[in-house]
């Protein structure tokens, strides 16, 4: 996936002193700034693209279709800039948007804009909520490890090409299939980096698959699981370094998920160009 075509990121603030139409008009005119450009770029009309909506925080209803969506945290809204649309905006409201024009969608993955199941929410434990769990890791991602976030984004066209497929109840094809695994075994290497006996293989037996098969839904990611899974235990050293200033790099390479002190050094050095000890005394 296009960088530009990943994730565009909107915050919307209004206070419960904004009337719902003044704060209705600032969302409105924000949107267009970041959508126009966006399109322009991509070479697809501002209003031919699925648009994807994952709120953070406050609640919002979407109307289009006939149908009322609730939008709040935990959830994933899609709707159609093509077709007539209107949101009523609560306060504090914040989400993150994802734009793809339909022209790709169709072309690469054979979705059409009668598959798209507009202005429906689906919660957390859907499958489209669990795409949007990843996407709303790398909008966090971003603010502290931008190359992390660009490396876990590439696949995110597949991924949401999947969460369309999954909500329509369609069969996912090939691409889209190992979209879904890999965010599987994302959420299986986050929850579990910390552990230094975990490898490949401890990775394609916690996710039930062949080494074979975990490598090819990497395919796209440079490096594959192992360089992935690296970046993962950097991520949490980084973490440790700056809000446990008290503990012995020792334990925060243990603590990271490294079977030794030195290998902890050279991955650190490799990933983040310093040492563990002058990353923690810029922190």
């Known amino acids: 996936m296009e960088r530009s075509e990943s994730v565009d990121r909107i915050e919307?603030?209004?206070?419960?002193?904004?009337?719902?139409?003044?704060?209705?008009?600032?969302?409105?005119?924000?949107?267009?700034?970041?959508?126009?450009?966006?399109?322009?770029?991509?070479?697809?009309?501002?209003?031919?693209?699925?648009?994807?909506?994952?709120?953070?925080?406050?609640?919002?209803?979407?109307?289009?279709?006939?149908?009322?969506?609730?939008?709040?945290?935990?959830?994933?809204?899609?709707?159609?800039?093509?077709?007539?649309y209107h949101w009523e905006i609560g306060s504090e409201w914040e989400q993150v948007v994802l734009q793809v024009p339909m022209s790709r969608l169709r072309e690469r993955y054979g979705v059409g804009r009668l598959d798209v199941p507009t202005a429906t929410t689906f919660s957390g434990d859907s499958a489209p909520g669990i795409v949007a769990q990843f996407f709303r890791g790398i909008a966090g991602l971003q603010r502290t490890d931008p190359s992390g976030a660009a490396l876990l984004a590439e696949p995110g066209m597949d991924l949401l090409a999947s969460a369309v497929i999954a909500a329509s109840g369609g069969l996912p094809r090939d691409q889209s299939a190992d979209a879904l695994n890999r965010q599987r075994v994302l959420a299986?290497?986050?929850?579990?980096?910390?552990?230094?006996?975990?490898?490949?293989?401890?990775?394609?037996?916690?996710?039930?698959?062949?080494?074979?098969?975990?490598?090819?839904?990497?395919?796209?990611?440079?490096?594959?699981?192992?360089?992935?899974?690296?970046?993962?235990?950097?991520?949490?050293?980084?973490?440790?370094?700056?809000?446990?200033?008290?503990?012995?790099?020792?334990?925060?390479?243990?603590?990271?998920?490294?079977?030794?002190?030195?290998?902890?050094?050279?991955?650190?050095?490799?990933?983040?160009?310093?040492?563990?000890?002058a990353f923690r005394a810029l922190a």
């Open 12 to 84: 919307v603030r209004s206070g419960p002193e904004v009337p719902e139409e003044q704060a209705f008009a600032r969302w409105e005119a924000q949107v267009s700034e970041a959508y126009v450009p966006l399109a322009d770029r991509l070479g697809a009309r501002a209003d031919d693209c699925l648009i994807t909506s994952i709120p953070l925080a406050g609640s919002a209803r979407l109307y289009q279709d006939g149908r009322v969506a609730e939008a709040v945290p935990g959830t994933l809204v899609f709707y159609d800039s093509s077709r007539p």
């Open 188 to 277: 299986f290497m986050r929850s579990n980096c910390s552990d230094p006996e975990l490898g490949v293989d401890r990775i394609a037996q916690g996710c039930r698959m062949s080494r074979r098969t975990l490598y090819r839904v990497f395919g796209e990611l440079e490096g594959g699981p192992g360089t992935v899974l690296r970046r993962m235990r950097i991520e949490r050293a980084c973490d440790l370094l700056r809000n446990a200033p008290q503990l012995p790099l020792s334990v925060v390479a243990k603590a990271s998920g490294f079977l030794t002190e030195r290998s902890f050094y050279r991955a650190f050095r490799l990933e983040m160009g310093t040492t563990p000890g």
